[in-house]
Each structure stands twice: as structure tokens, then as C-alpha cells.
């Protein structure tokens, strides 16, 4: 505790709206002033300040409305020229402090704070008055280790969001990356799933500390009975950082113990937005939490550092999901580019594309190959009798009746109307003709729409060493077509 020197200038103005606080105060802390103003407005505590030379402005915000936001209560801090201020605000105020840090220098406490915490910081701040020069050099020492505190973890936030990781990836880069700062012993990040469901996606500890056991769990958390008191859970809920100095004032007395337990002193909340700059708090896209061993109080830079640190990993995140959701489209166009959308086999393009590569492979390893065709009759009769709709149907169950009974390595392709090709690879002609009198008697016996019987012709060729695509294709059509006039369910072996 710092003693304060018998002085008669010792001035002091205080500032709420509530005459409650304002009586506590006069009763708690009038002693340690020779001279209190008490002010229950801006204007009045501007005109206090103005009429005295003032050692301290205490600007206690706790239910203050910002009825014109924080700039008249910026402008206070401003015309203190560096000149000692205390702020105090409440645990849902606590985004305040860094948007009043932008006017001026400050001490501050969160509330609810008890009376000798609260004298202990009058008396530091008063202090401070006494010897300013010892006072700036003590700062520009504070100053210069956190800011090489500061660069450090953004280098390590950085190199770990270098590159394209899945967003759990690179979510737990980033929490590992964060405990390299000073005092925090747990970094995690929660972020906003479908149907907004909020999930831990990651977490690190320096001591073990598990935020899935604190929570009971790691998805649905907007769900959870600490959503109104626990930070990370407020920061989405309202879409501003929020910060608990101290486990008791979220006024949960089990989440308190429970953050005890845990060796945690203090959290702070950083919501990540979808949309950076954005304010509304439908943007919120997840949160950054970080637990802290000890309490320590935050300096302009270092809140400017943390905000900016969620900006980035949310920017990581959202180009990671846009990677995701291209990945996705692009196997979506591939698969439409090479899938028949009726039968659901590939398309005659990439029919003729895998027996391209077949060929090749078979060729250079010596691998046996062959092709099959078959056509499936009826259909036309089908199509003018009951309508597309349902030869299409009967057409699709042909097509997967015979995959199937195909293995993983075949390729199904669909050729034009009814007729298919399968490529099948290590097989030589005769375990083709084996499996096209299975296929024969598997489409005999499939209940079509519409089809009282089914009947098939097939053609099989075998790949010669030196032939192409084309070359295949014209002697399995010409067998094919043989076959069609050699009568129902006939199997024909290509010259």
C-alpha cells in the first residue's frame, strides 16, 4: 500500500449519475482528499475540473447511458492533459475502456470492486501525482517490455495463419500461437457453426486447464446456463469484448470457484466478426477467450494488439471457410461435368476419358483391360407408351442394378440413351464374359417400371497393346451392334 504524504492540494472531483455511488464513494474514499467535488454530470464535473487544480478525476461510468456515446466523457480525459484519471466501469462496460483509451492515459477498475481495493487505487493514483517524472519513467519501462511482449505473439500469430489450413487447423495454431503471451495460460476459440451453434473448435493450456470440462461441453454452448455470466459466451451474445478482471464479479459464484480452481485470475473476451469493421452483432462469427494466471492491467496498445489479433485470425478463418466452400463448388462442377444426371454413371466424356488412362496404364504395365458395352431394349417403346418420366426411372434402376455388381476399380459410363459402357480394369476376356452373364441375368430379373421382362444386349472388348480410344470404342460398337440383331440377351465378343 502506498502512503500518501500530508498535503493540503490533494483535490479530487468525482463523477456519477447516482447519488447511491456518489454518497458510498464520499463515504469510502472522501478521507484520502483535503478537498472533494462531487459531480452528477459531464458538464458538472467539467466545471469542478475547470474551477480547481485537480490531483485526481475518478469518472465512475458504472450506469452511465452514453447518451451522446463516450466523447463528452473522452473529452474530460483529453483536457486532463496526462494529469491522473481513474476510471470505473461495469463487467458489461468493459469495451468501453480501450474506446475511452483513444482520449488519454488512464487507470481503471471493473466493477462490482471492493472498498479497499478501491481506496488502494485512489491512493495509487494519487500517489502519482507526487512524483509524475518517476511515474513516466516507470511507464516508458512498462511500455517498452510490453510492446516486445506484444510484437512477439503477433509474429507468432501470424506464421501460425500462414497458409490454407481447415478452420480447426488453423484455430489451434492460433490458441497455441496467443499463449505466448505473458500471464495468459489458456487461449481458446469458439466458433459459430450452421443454425447458429456456437462450438469450441480449439483450445490451449499451459497448465492443463480444459475449457470442454469447465463448460460441460463443446458444442451448442449459446445453449449453456453460463451464457449470460461467462465472457466468451457474452462476447457473442452482444457482439463487444468484455472483460472479467476478477472470477467473482460475473456474479456466478459456482463459475467463480470453478475459474479458482483453475489458477484463473482473469479472462478476456474478443468477438471475431465475419464481416471486418462491422459493428452489428449478427456479424459475430466466434469469439477468442483468453484466461490469465494473474491480473494485469491492460494498456491501450495491448488492447489495440488483442482487437487487432482477433481481426486477423477471423480474416484467417473467413479465407479458410471461402477456400472450403470453393473446394466444395469445385468438386460440385467436377462432379456435374462428368456425371450423367439421370443414372447418376459417369457421362460419356469421362466415360472416355478413364478409358483413355486404362489404356495407358494397361499398356505400360502390361495389365490386362477390357471393355464392355450392353443396351438395354425397350426403353423407346417404353417412353412413347408411358411418358419419359418413367422410362427414366426404369433406366436409373438399370444403371444401378449393374454398378451394383461392379467392383470399386470399374468405371460405369453412360454412352447415349439406353446404351452403357463399362470399362473394367485387370480383367481379361473371359472373367468379362463371366461378369456379363451376370449382369444379363441381373437386369432379367429386375423389376422395371412398366417392364414386364427386360432383355440386354452386351459386347465385350479386350484391349490390344497398341490400340486407343477410338480403336476400342469401333470394334466394341460393331460387336454391339452384332449382338442387337443376333436376338435377345445375346453376348457378343468383339474381333
Known sequence: MTEIPDRSDRVGVYFNASRDRRAHFQESCGGLFSQLAIADSVDGTAAE????????????LHGYARPGGLAAVGGLIVNR?????????????????????????FEYLICPVLDDDLRDAVREALAAHDDPDAIMRQRLFDKERELRDLVAVQRSVQRALDGLDDVDALAAKACLALCDFPAVS??????????????????????????????GHTDHLLQSPLRDVFPPLIAVSTGRMVL?????????????????????????????RSDIG????????????????????????????????????SLGLGLSELKHRNDELSAQLSHLSTVDHLTGAANRRAGETTLDNELRRARRYGLP???????????????????HPLGDAALRLAAETVKRRLRASDRLARMRGQEFMIVATHTSAADAMLLAKKLR????????????????SLAIAHAGVEEGVDDVLDRLDAALQRAKRAGRNHIELAG
Open 369 to 387: 483391360l477390357t471393355v464392355m458395352s450392353f443396351e438395354v431394349s425397350s426403353f423407346r417403346s417404353l417412353n412413347d407408351l408411358y411418358g
Open 49 to 60: 475540473v475547470a474551477r480547481v487544480a485537480v490531483g485526481l478525476l475518478v469518472l465512475d
Open 278 to 313: 462491422q459493428t452489428d452483432a449478427g456479424t459475430v462469427s466466434g469469439v477468442i477467450c483468453l484466461m490469465f494466471d494473474r491480473h494485469i492491467s491492460l494498456s491501450r496498445e495491448q488492447f489495440a494488439s488483442f482487437s487487432s489479433l482477433a481481426q486477423f485470425v
Open 186 to 215: 489458456h487461449a481458446s476459440l469458439l466458433h459459430m457453426k450452421q443454425h447458429g451453434d456456437l462450438r469450441l473448435v480449439a483450445q490451449a493450456s499451459s497448465d492443463g486447464l480444459d475449457l470442454a470440462d469447465l463448460l
Open 244 to 272: 472479467l478482471d476478477a472470477p467473482e464479479k460475473a456474479g456466478d459464484p459456482e463459475l467463480a470457484m470453478a475459474l479458482h480452481d483453475r489458477h484463473v485470475r482473469m479472462v478476456l473476451a474478443l468477438p471475431l
Open 441 to 456: 441375368v441381373a437386369l432379367a430379373g429386375a423389376d422395371l417400371p412398366a417392364c414386364d421382362s427386360v432383355s440386354v
Open 81 to 105: 492533459g496526462g494529469a491522473p484519471v481513474l476510471v470505473l466501469c461495469g463487467y458489461e462496460q468493459s469495451a468501453w475502456l480501450p474506446e475511452l483509451m483513444t482520449y488519454g492515459s
